[in-house]
């Protein structure tokens, strides 16, 4: 009786860790895209549908003013869609990403949350952007004005961007990330 526990048990493990190899497997073939960009926020002033000066209030335009000489927190949501064209789920268990500007990275972070993917399903993921204008200083001043106008636009992400992700899958008790990371396509968003 003790011996069938003990393979029962066993054939358990081995089913779980076959699962988890198929979900890495899975993942691999899953397309990422950019979806959008919301909820941006410099200096705690919010930069939704602005797309000029001209469009903020004269206390947000002082704030923002006094910002940019100084060091303010830029901060915004980026929608990314993971499409699964599998037969079978997928499934991540954290996504490192990297967002560079004109080869510049200005943040990177890690998804620290288990994301399930059904067959043939598609699922839109937030990635929580935070970076300061400190990091931005590589850039002149209308440069950082325009980053912040084209994140606020329909665009998303200004011309020259590049958002990077290597996803992360647990076997057993072991974190097996994808040996390289995967370029969104930032120009899929029309």
Partial sequence: MAMRKILLGFAVCIFCISCNFNNAKNIKDCKFTFKSISELMVDNVSMDGKRSLKDLSPADFTTISRGLMNEMPISFTAHVNIDNPN????ELS???????????????????????????????IPIEVETNTRILKKFSLTEVKNIIFAISSSK??????????????????????????????????K
């Fill in 156 to 189: 998303g992400l200004p011309p020259n961007s590049t958002l990077k992700v290597k996803p992360a899958i647990v076997v057993g008790k072991k974190m097996i990330k994808a040996p390289t990371y995967i370029t969104i396509d930032l120009d899929s968003v």
């Fill in 94 to 124: 954290a996504l490192e990403w990297i967002l560079l500007i004109k080869d510049v990275e200005v943040a990177n972070g890690v998804l620290d949350e288990k994301v399930k993917i059904a067959p043939n399903e598609s699922v839109t």
């Fill in 87 to 90: 037969n079978q789920k997928a």
